[in-house]
């Protein structure tokens, strides 16, 4: 299962946010450096790497192909998600085969891929049902945590409770910018609120491959403790 390829700088600066690296450009001599060199025989120097091109791919774990960088570069270019595979790789040696909350945050995924791709030409009244299939998605995986919960290690419970609650944070704030995508529909700032949907629904993708990530961690630790020594 393939797909959760390259994510959008996003805006935003929290840590479990993916960004794109830049090289910094400054030139770095090879070989020791010297107060003065040998006539003729300059130390060779490398020349800076060129930045990357605006919109260029780059890997934020492995989330899924969310392309919305462009429209922060110009403004000019469309800005939505390029539905393409949609499976998360696994994050850890597991077996996937009955794995619900690898299930759940695949399908959380793609429903913020669905919204992703159809939010540019549909109508504010369509914006209330994209919005309420990623939250019912949401919901379906954290239900599937608590069940799963109770089966892992006490002392990973925290980490794990913690990124649900990014989640619903992250919820909310996609909300909060669809009611202003709303009210501000007809005018110049709607297209800014549209992206900034954009932008709160590539964060809640990113955090619920971290809260699989959290989970992941914790089987393993779990089944560290209960191999024989």
Do not use: F
Not at 89 to 100: F, G, Q
Request: overall charge neutral; aromatic content about 4%.
């Amino acid at each position: 299962m393939a797909l959760w390829g390259s994510a959008v700088e996003k805006p935003d600066t929290r840590s479990s946010r993916g960004s794109l690296d830049r090289d910094e450009g400054g030139l770095q001599p090879t070989g020791s450096q010297h107060i003065y060199q040998p006539v003729g025989k300059p130390d060779h120097v490398a020349p800076p790497k060129k930045p990357p091109r605006p919109g260029a791919q780059s890997q934020v774990g492995s989330l899924a192909c969310l392309n919305t960088a462009d429209s922060y570069n110009d403004g000019v270019k469309p800005w939505r998600l390029q539905p393409q595979e949609i499976s998360p790789p696994p994050t850890a040696n597991l077996d996937r085969s009955n794995d619900k909350v690898y299930e759940n945050v695949t399908g959380l995924v793609k429903a913020v891929i669905e919204m992703s791709s159809k939010i540019q030409p549909a109508p504010p009244e369509e914006y209330v049902p994209m919005v309420k299939d990623v939250g019912l998605a949401l919901r379906t995986l954290l239900a599937t945590v608590d069940e799963t919960l109770p089966q892992l290690p006490a002392s990973t419970h925290r980490e794990i409770e913690m990124a649900q609650k990014l989640l619903n944070s992250d919820l909310a704030e996609l909300i909060g910018k669809m009611k202003l995508a709303q009210q501000y529909v007809m005018t110049s700032l709607q297209q800014d609120y549209k992206k900034q949907m954009l932008t709160a629904a590539h964060a809640l993708a990113v955090d619920a491959k971290n809260l699989l990530d959290v989970i992941d961690q914790s089987r393993l630790k779990m089944m560290a403790h209960s191999r024989p020594h």
